[in-house]
T-cell receptor, first 115, second 114 residues
Framework: GENVEQHPSTLSVQEGDSAVIKCTYS??????FPWYKQELGKRPQLIID?????GEKKDQRIAVTLNKTAKHFSLHITETQPEDSAVYFC??????????????FGTGTRLLVSP | DSGVTQTPKHLITATGQRVTLRCSPR?????VYWYQQSLDQGLQFLIQ???????AKGNILERFSAQQFPDLHSELNLSSLELGDSALYFC?????????????FGPGTRLTVL
């Protein structure tokens, strides 16, 4: 079945450093790859996503890259700030018309940014 | 605020009891998804409804059931509750007009079973 692996499970960085979280997926029919940020006890919030027709997308300090051949995608956060501390989940999904479009989530990365 | 609402925010009950969690999707969204998140765990997909019909099931126990009503709100029913059912329950909604499964999550219901 579908599977998404996410690494690392925890990541500690100093304020101002960059952070990179990596995910690999198994379903080659996946074409949508969102990233969610979840603060303690709160809802997962969609922070950025990438679709299979592009290789990279950037939004201010965050960027995502996608390598469809290798079936992996990554989240890059530059100039990290303490408020970036949270759990980050990657996910993958098939596109419309390909049957059941379930978001398959990775296991999460706990990011801690120290001042 | 994602536009997805869930009630109640907190629920404390005893083992063996039955509870109902409610979710209202964003205006115009036809799909509702339910997820369970146990302490320090990932998001486990339970079930999806699309325009009133069950579309897919994930790791949902037989003691759990859900439905989506004509006004598109959804309810998740949990019965014969066990201690291990204590968790955060999220619903998410999506419209998928773009063809992509963009899901927006509600604030969640924290269920505590004593």
């Amino acid at each position: 079945g579908e599977n998404v692996e996410q690494h690392p499970s925890t990541l500690s960085v100093q304020e101002g450093d960059s952070a990179v979280i990596k995910c690999t997926y198994s379903d080659s029919a996946s074409n949508y790859f969102p990233w969610y940020k979840q603060e303690l006890g709160k809802r997962p919030q969609l922070i950025i996503d990438i679709r299979s027709n592009v290789g990279e997308k950037k939004d201010q300090r965050i960027a995502v890259t996608l390598n469809k051949t290798a079936k992996h995608f990554s989240l890059h956060i530059t100039e990290t700030q303490p408020e970036d501390s949270a759990v980050y989940f990657c996910a993958a999904s098939r596109g419309l018309g390909t049957g059941f479009q379930k978001l398959v989530f990775g296991t999460g990365t706990r990011l801690l940014v120290s001042p | 605020d994602s536009g997805v609402t869930q009630t109640p925010k907190h629920l404390i009950t005893a083992t063996g009891q039955r509870v109902t969690l409610r979710c209202s999707p964003r205006s115009g969204d036809l799909s509702v998804y339910w997820y369970q998140q146990s302490l320090d765990q990932g998001l486990q997909f339970l079930i999806q409804y699309y325009n009133g019909e069950e579309r897919a099931k994930g790791n949902i126990l037989e003691r759990f059931s859900a439905q989506q009503f004509p006004d598109l709100h959804s309810e998740l029913n949990l019965s014969s509750l066990e201690l291990g059912d204590s968790a955060l329950y999220f619903c998410a909604s999506s419209i998928r007009t773009s063809g992509y499964n963009e899901q927006f999550f509600g604030p969640g219901t924290r269920l505590t079973v004593l």
